[in-house]
C-alpha cells in the first residue's frame, strides 16, 4: 500500500469511532442514544412552541387593547368590561358604544356591534343553551385574530341604548392597540407573568429531565468507550481526536433522533393542536408566523447532542488516566444520617396540633429532605441487603443472589440513580392527589350546602335595582319564581333586611311581621338558613313588604324558587342579564372557594421537581 | 399545567434511570454471559435482573409510599376532612410495583437473549 492510498488520519479517527467497543450492541447504543436525541429535540421544539404561543397571543392582546382618552372629545368609542360566568367558568363580556361608526372596530369584529347585539367566541357561543341570548340579538362570532386562543371565552357587546349603569363604567376609547394594559378575556386568568412562569415551569419539569436522559444516555454501557478513549489518550490523542471518534460513534442516532424528534411539530404546524388534559388549543398560525424559533430549536437539539455525546467522552479522557474511573462502593454516612432526620421531621408535623400554622411548612421541609436523600439511603439499605443475598448465595450455592448481590453491594450510584425516580413518582403522585382530593372544611360546607339547595336560592346583584327595574325582572321569570330585597348593612354598621311579601316569607316557613324583625337562629327553611349564613351579618331582619322598593333602590335579591322543582343558575342568568343590563351578576349564595392545596399545587410541584435534582446523582 | 409537565418531567427521568440501570445489567450480562452458556442456566439473567432491578424499584415503592403516609394525617387534621381514599396509595404502590416487574422481566430476557448469542473472544 502506497503512502498516498493511506487513509487520512481524520478517516482513521471516524473509522475507528464506529467500531465496537465491547458491552452492549452498537445498536442498542444507537437506539438509546436515538431517544435522546429525540427527547431533548421534542423538548425544545416545545420551548419554541411555547414562545411562540405566547407571542401570537401578545401581538393579538396588544391589537384589541383600548385606547382610552381622558376627554371624551377625542374619543370615537365608549368601551366597557364586565365579568360572567358561563358553566364552572369565567368570561370577559366587552360593551361597545360606538360614537363615530366609521372608525375601526375591534379585531376579529368586521363592523361595530349595534345596539342589543352581540358577537362570541366560538368557545363561549358553544358554552350551552341559553349564552347566545343572553347579552342581547347573536350576531354571529369573533375571528381568530381577535381572540388570544381559540378557547378563550370573550362576548363583544353593542350597548343597548336603555341599559342602566353608572357613572364612568365605560370609557371613552379612541381606537384599538397598544400599549393598554386592560386585562380581558383569558388575561383575567393568565397573568402577564404566566410566560415567565410557564417558561421557568417547563425549563424546571421537562428540559432538565430531558437533560438528564440526555447524559445518561451518552454514558450508556460507556466502559469500553471509555477504555478506547484512555488508549487514545495514551497514544497522543487530543480533544479534537477523541471528538473525532466520538462523534463518528453516535452521528447516526444524532440525524436520527433529531429527525423524530422533529417530527413531533408536524402536527401543530399542520392545525391547531389541543394539548391533552387541559384542552389548551395551540394556535398552529401562531407557530407558523414564528417557524424560525423551531428552526433554531432542532439546530441547537443536533449540536447539543453531537458536542454532548462526544465531548463527554473527550474530556473524561483528558484527565491522564488509563483506567477508566471506579465505582464508588460506599454511600456517605451524612447522606444515610439526614435522610432518617428529615424522614422523622416529616412524620412530626402529624404531631403538631391542628390548626397549627407550622404543620405544612414543617412537613413541606422534611418531605423535600427526605426526598432528596432518599436515593442515597435506599442505595446504601439496597447494598447492606446485597451483601447479606451475596453472602447467603454463596452458602446455600445459589450464583444469582451472589451476582445480584455483589452488584447491588459494590454499585449503590446506579442504584441511586434507578431508584430517584420512583421514589419521586410515588410521593409527588401521592402528594398530588390527596392536595387535589381535599378540602377545606369551608369549600365543603360551600359545595354541600349548594347541592342541597340546588339553586333553589340564587343571589343577583346589579346597578340601580329601582322598583321598576325589579318588577320588570319579577316579570320576566318564570311564575314560579318569587323575589326578595336584600337590603345590607351600611358599611357593616345596622341590620340586614330581608323584605317579601308574606306568601313568599310563610313559604320559607317564616313569619309575617310588618316591621323589620329579628331572625332567630334556625328559623326558616334551608333557603333561609343559607342566604342568612353565607350572604347577611349576624344581624339579619325580615318584613313582610313588597322586593320592590317604596324609594331609592334594593341592594341585592334573592330568586327563590321551589325546591322540588327549582330554576337553574344557568336559565335566571339568561333571563335577567337581558332585562338587568351589564352589571348584572348572578350566583350561588354559598359560592365554591378554591382549595388553598389547588392554589399551591404549582408551588408545591416545582419544588419536587427542583427536589428531583438535587437528589439525581451525577452520572457514572 | 404543573401536573402535565411534572408528569413529562417523570417520565424522561424514568426513562433515564432505566436506561442507566440498563447498561449495567447488560454489563452483568457480559460478565455471566459465558457461565450462563456453559451451564446452559439462561434463567440466571433473569434472576440477575430481578435481583437487581425490580427488587431495589419495589423496596423505594414500599418505602416512598410508606414516606406519604403522614400527609394523610397532616391533611386531616387541617382540613377536618377525609382526603384522598387509601386505595389511592395503594392503587399507585401497584402501579410502581409492576413497572419495577416489568422492568426487571424485560431486563432479563433481553440479557437471556443477548448470552445466547455469545461467542469465545467477541466481547
Known sequence: ?620 | MGVLLGGYGLALLATAGLISAGGHIAEAARSTAPLSVLTGRSRWHLGIALGFLTAPMALAAILSAALSLPLGTVIQQNRQVPAAPPDTLAAITLGALALALAAGLAAGTASARTAATWRPGRW
Open chain 1, 1 to 620: 500500500m502506497s503512502r498516498d492510498s493511506a487513509p487520512s488520519l481524520t478517516g482513521q479517527l471516524l473509522t475507528l469511532g464506529r467500531t465496537r467497543t465491547g458491552g452492549v450492541s452498537q445498536r442498542t447504543r444507537q437506539i438509546v442514544l436515538t431517544i435522546a436525541t429525540a427527547a431533548l429535540t421534542a423538548v425544545l421544539l416545545g420551548l419554541a412552541v411555547i414562545a411562540a404561543t405566547f407571542d401570537g397571543r401578545d401581538l393579538r392582546d396588544a391589537m384589541r387593547q383600548p385606547i382610552i382618552v381622558a376627554s371624551p372629545e377625542r374619543a370615537t368609542a365608549w368601551w366597557g368590561e364586565s365579568p360572567d360566568h358561563a358553566g364552572r367558568w369565567q368570561h370577559s363580556v366587552v360593551y361597545l358604544d360606538p360614537i363615530d361608526p366609521a372608525a375601526p372596530p375591534p379585531p376579529g369584529l368586521d363592523s361595530w356591534p349595534g345596539p342589543g347585539q352581540v358577537y362570541l367566541s366560538p368557545a363561549l357561543a358553544d358554552t350551552g343553551p341559553g349564552v347566545r341570548d343572553r347579552y342581547g340579538e347573536y350576531a354571529g362570532t369573533i375571528g381568530p385574530q381577535g381572540l388570544l386562543s381559540p378557547t378563550e371565552r370573550l362576548a363583544y357587546v353593542g350597548m343597548p341604548e336603555d341599559a342602566a349603569v353608572p357613572d364612568g363604567w365605560m370609557y371613552p376609547i379612541a381606537g384599538f392597540g397598544p400599549p393598554g394594559i386592560f386585562p380581558f378575556g383569558e388575561k383575567i386568568t393568565l397573568t402577564p407573568a404566566a410566560q415567565d412562569l410557564m417558561i421557568a415551569v417547563y425549563l424546571v419539569f421537562v428540559v432538565l429531565p430531558a437533560g438528564g436522559l440526555f447524559v445518561v444516555a451518552a454514558r450508556f454501557a460507556a466502559a469500553g468507550r471509555d477504555r478506547r478513549a484512555a488508549l487514545l489518550n495514551a497514544l497522543g490523542a487530543r480533544t479534537r481526536h477523541q471528538f473525532l471518534a466520538g462523534l463518528s460513534s453516535c452521528l447516526p442516532a444524532i440525524l436520527a433522533g433529531t429527525a423524530l424528534g422533529s417530527a413531533m411539530a408536524v402536527p401543530v404546524l399542520l392545525a391547531d393542536v389541543t394539548v391533552p388534559g387541559i384542552d389548551y388549543i395551540v394556535r398552529a398560525a401562531d407557530v407558523r408566523r414564528m417557524w424560525w424559533f423551531l428552526a433554531v430549536a432542532v439546530a441547537v437539539a443536533a449540536v447539543s447532542a453531537a458536542l454532548g455525546y462526544a465531548a463527554l467522552h473527550a474530556r473524561r479522557a483528558q484527565r491522564g488516566t488509563t483506567r477508566p474511573r471506579p465505582a464508588t462502593d460506599r454511600v456517605a454516612t451524612w447522606k444515610i444520617a439526614l435522610f432518617a432526620l428529615f424522614t422523622v421531621v416529616t412524620s412530626a408535623a402529624a404531631l403538631i396540633p391542628p390548626g397549627s400554622p407550622w404543620t405544612i411548612p414543617v412537613y413541606a421541609a422534611g418531605l423535600l429532605g427526605a426526598l432528596a436523600f432518599a436515593p442515597s439511603a435506599l442505595a446504601a439499605l439496597l447494598a447492606w441487603v446485597g451483601a447479606a443475598a451475596a453472602h447467603r448465595g454463596l452458602r446455600t450455592g445459589r450464583p444469582t443472589w451472589i451476582v445480584a448481590g455483589r452488584w447491588c453491594q459494590h454499585r449503590p450510584g446506579v442504584l441511586a440513580r434507578l431508584v430517584a425516580p420512583v421514589v419521586i413518582g410515588v410521593v409527588t403522585l401521592v402528594n398530588m392527589h390527596y392536595f387535589l382530593a381535599s378540602e377545606t372544611l369551608t369549600s365543603v360546607q360551600a359545595r354541600q350546602t349548594d347541592e342541597r339547595l340546588a339553586d333553589s336560592a340564587l343571589s343577583v346583584s346589579a346597578h340601580d335595582l329601582t322598583a321598576q327595574r325589579v318588577m320588570e325582572a319579577a316579570r320576566a321569570l318564570p311564575e314560579r319564581a318569587r323575589l326578595m330585597a336584600v337590603d345590607t348593612a351600611d358599611e357593616g354598621e345596622g341590620p340586614t333586611v330581608l323584605r317579601a311579601p308574606c306568601s313568599t316569607l310563610r313559604s320559607l316557613q317564616l313569619d309575617c311581621p310588618q316591621q323589620p324583625t329579628p331572625v332567630e337562629p334556625g328559623t326558616g327553611d334551608i333557603r333561609v338558613t343559607t342566604l342568612v349564613d353565607w350572604q347577611a351579618g349576624s344581624d339579619v331582619r325580615i318584613q313582610a313588604s313588597p322586593a320592590p322598593p317604596a324609594e331609592g333602590s334594593v341592594e341585592q335579591l334573592a330568586v327563590l324558587s321551589p325546591r322540588e322543582d327549582p330554576l337553574t343558575l344557568a336559565e335566571v342568568r339568561n333571563t335577567l342579564h337581558p332585562v338587568l343590563g351589564p352589571t348584572t351578576g348572578v350566583d350561588r349564595p354559598a359560592s365554591l372557594e378554591m382549595t388553598p392545596a389547588n392554589a399551591r399545587l404549582s408551588q408545591w410541584v416545582c419544588s419536587w421537581a427542583v427536589t428531583a435534582w438535587l437528589c439525581w446523582p451525577p452520572p457514572g
